[in-house]
């Protein structure tokens, strides 16, 4: 799933507005991009982009979540859920 007009580097990621909707983005070193809504699963946090683990980090809590969107740490339990974009 690409997306051609989204500014953004590979092998970063970051929250984006798109079509009134927040996502969390990421780009692969091979230009792949992945798309997450970026909210905690826990209680709801705005999640952070942690730039040297590349995963998505809940700043309330801790919880964490890989680019996928998979449950790395709790205390959340249940993955993102993905955009589709
Ligand atoms: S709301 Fe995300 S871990 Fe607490």
């Given at each position: 799933?690409i997306i051609?007009?989204?500014?953004?580097?590979?092998?970063?990621?970051?929250?984006?507005?798109?079509?009134?909707?927040?996502?969390?983005?990421?780009?692969?070193?091979?230009?792949?991009?992945?798309?997450v809504?970026?909210?905690?699963?826990?209680?709801?946090?705005?999640?952070?982009?942690?730039?040297?683990e590349k995963?998505w980090?809940?700043?309330?809590?801790?919880?964490?979540?890989?680019?996928?969107?998979?449950?790395?740490?709790?205390p959340?339990?249940?993955?993102l859920e993905?955009?589709?974009?």
């Open positions: 799933m051609l007009d989204i500014d953004i580097e590979k092998g970063e990621g970051k929250i984006i507005d798109y079509k009134g909707q927040k996502l969390g983005i990421y780009k692969n070193e091979n230009g792949k991009i992945f798309a809504i970026p909210d905690c699963t826990y209680e709801g946090c705005r999640l952070n982009w942690d730039k040297k995963n980090v809940c700043p309330c809590c801790g919880s964490r979540f890989s680019y996928e969107g998979k449950v790395i740490n709790g959340a339990t249940e993955n993905k955009a589709t974009i």
